[in-house]
T-cell receptor
Framework: DTGVSQNPRHKITKRGQNVTFRCDPI?????LYWYRQTLGQGPEFLTY????????KSRLLSDRFSAERPKGSFSTLEIQRTEQGDSAMYLC?????????????FGPGTRLTVT | DQQVKQNSPSLSVQEGRISILNCDYT??????FLWYKKYPAEGPTFLIS?????DKNEDGRFTVFLNKSAKHLSLHIVPSQPGDSAVYFC??????????????FGQGTILTVHP
């Protein structure tokens, strides 16, 4: 399977704890995106990387959130001091800059529940 | 500020009939539009896209129409099949700048195709 993978698939944590999610993109893709999806809404952009450079961060991404993509391969998204409002599906997507289209390929997501 | 809107939360169609899903956008700078399909517990799957220089793109049973003057696009599925039952998201992207490739999604429409 050469698709986008995300781990873990589910995470339950207590308020105030830190959590970290991992995304492994399609190997030849140089762009990696993080989105957040809540019930009844479409995915909302959080941040994206081109290779290892983080090029844009949404205003949704408070300073409790940090993302990295060392060596331009996998990426991690860390949430510090989690709050109940952080409960959501966190989606990762990848694409290849240079194609005529803008298609992004999504992983299965990590569902976070903060109790 | 919801720049991409799907005003119909749900649509129910009989197998074999046409399904028409609609999407409106407000940002005239968007120049690439995509449709994604999402099954429960999976990430969104790319379906079909269209550039703003076109008004129609067809791929098998799926056709996307773009009306730039009305800032409206639609997805036609003909004939509809029970396996098409899913949540459908439209998304839009800007051509250039740092936001190039970043997707803005609508809220989604739940399509149910009855046998």
């Amino acid at each position: 399977d050469t698709g986008v993978s995300q781990n873990p698939r589910h995470k339950i944590t207590k308020r105030g704890q830190n959590v970290t999610f991992r995304c492994d993109p399609i190997s030849e893709h140089n762009r990696l995106y993080w989105y957040r999806q809540t019930l009844g809404q479409g995915p909302e952009f959080l941040t994206y990387f081109q290779n290892e450079a983080q090029l844009e961060k949404s205003r949704l991404l408070s300073d409790r959130f940090s993302a990295e993509r060392p060596k331009g391969s996998f990426s991690t998204l860390e949430i510090q001091r989690t709050e109940q409002g952080d409960s959501a599906m966190y989606l990762c997507a990848s694409s290849y800059l240079g194609l005529a289209g803008y298609e992004q390929y999504f992983g299965p997501g990590t569902r976070l529940t903060v109790t | 500020d919801q720049q991409v809107k799907q005003n119909s939360p749900s649509l129910s169609v009989q197998e074999g009939r046409i399904s028409i899903l609609n999407c409106d956008y407000t940002n005239s700078m968007f120049d690439y539009f995509l449709w994604y399909k999402k099954y429960p517990a999976e990430g969104p799957t790319f379906l079909i896209s269209i550039s703003s220089i076109k008004d129609k793109n067809e791929d098998g049973r799926f056709t996307v129409f773009l009306n730039k003057s009305a800032k409206h696009l639609s997805l036609h599925i003909v004939p509809s099949q029970p396996g098409d039952s899913a949540v459908y998201f439209c998304a839009a992207s800007l051509a250039g700048g740092t936001s190039y490739g970043k997707l803005t999604f609508g809220q989604g429409t739940i399509l149910t195709v009855h046998p």
